[in-house]
């Protein structure tokens, strides 16, 4: 039975709603589900229902709409793999203000168990009304059964989709649930230089994967699928983060320009105060924290 967000009752903290997290693979796989129902219930909300869930495609392009994946492959394709890999648990719950308490609570939950970027445990709808149209497609099987969560077009960036497709299934093998659990090494192959430019994805990242890979591969100058999604995993996930070599100091720094400008995090030689432009330029501790 659906259990559908009720804003209409009071208690004496305020309006009385229902919703949800949405615990995902990883939460079930890292076993977190106990101690994050502690936190619901300190948050001053009661669990009603829980029902362990194995997410369809088409439950996955309901919840998840605002992705299209004709522009957004990768984060398509990256999200469905991840989403579908196992279990997920839903707890609906009831209490004042229940929607802006669970996404505080989501944020809390993400940050404390060291949720990375695909990998985040746990999800929760920004809205009374998107949590009853989310509810409608996880447990009552309101959504089109013969939705898809991939792309209906042939080509993106000019780049095959069914090339897209073989790669993530490949490449999403070797991408760490948790970043700094195993050191990766996703950097693409590019000639040394002496004034390299490291670039990383801010903690809480705005910019679409999708945008991100396409953006390193043109500022690289390589026009290959491979190396667009090998470098935004390096700036997600490897230590030093994309390391692109330039050629001049000027260079350097019209480079950082353009990486911050776009919304990621960029260190050259001049930076961190270093004369010597053959000098190492990434920063001691991790930019991403």
């Not at 692109?244 to 100091?249: D, E, Q």
Request: charged share 25%; with cysteine.
């Amino acid at each position: 039975m659906l259990i559908t967000p009720d804003t209409h009752r009071r208690d004496s903290a305020g309006p009385t709603e229902r919703g949800f997290l949405l615990f995902k693979p990883d939460a079930l796989e890292r076993r977190l589900l106990k101690d994050c129902v502690t936190d619901i219930a300190q948050a001053g909300l009661r669990v009603l229902e829980q029902h362990t869930l194995r997410l369809t495609e088409a439950q996955i392009a309901a919840v998840w709409s605002g992705i299209d994946p004709d522009r957004r492959p990768l984060t398509a394709g990256l999200m469905r793999r991840y989403l579908s890999a196992g279990p997920s648990r839903l707890v609906l719950v009831e209490g004042p203000e229940a929607t802006t308490r669970l996404l505080a609570l989501k944020s809390t939950i993400r940050r404390r168990h060291g949720a990375v970027y695909y990998a985040n445990l746990v999800h929760s709808p920004d809205s009374a009304d998107e949590a009853r149209r989310e509810l409608a497609a996880l447990l009552d099987g309101r959504c089109d059964p013969h939705a898809l969560f991939r792309p209906a077009t042939a080509t993106w960036r000019d780049w095959d989709m069914a090339t897209i497709e073989a790669g993530l299934d490949s490449w999403w093998a070797s991408v760490p649930e948790q970043r700094g659990q195993q050191q990766t090494h996703w950097n693409p192959p590019l000639p040394a230089a002496g004034h390299p430019v490291h670039i990383y994805a801010k903690r809480h990242w705005a910019v679409a994967f999708d945008d991100m890979a396409g953006f390193l591969a043109e500022t690289a100058g390589v026009d290959d699928l491979e190396f667009a999604v090998r470098a935004g995993f390096a700036v997600l996930y490897d230590r030093d983060g994309f390391v692109l070599p330039t050629t001049s100091a000027k260079a350097a720094h019209d480079t950082c320009q353009a990486v911050r400008a776009f919304g990621l995090i960029a260190y050259g030689p001049g930076d961190i105060g270093q004369s010597d432009p053959g000098a190492e330029t990434a920063p001691r501790s991790d930019p991403r924290e």
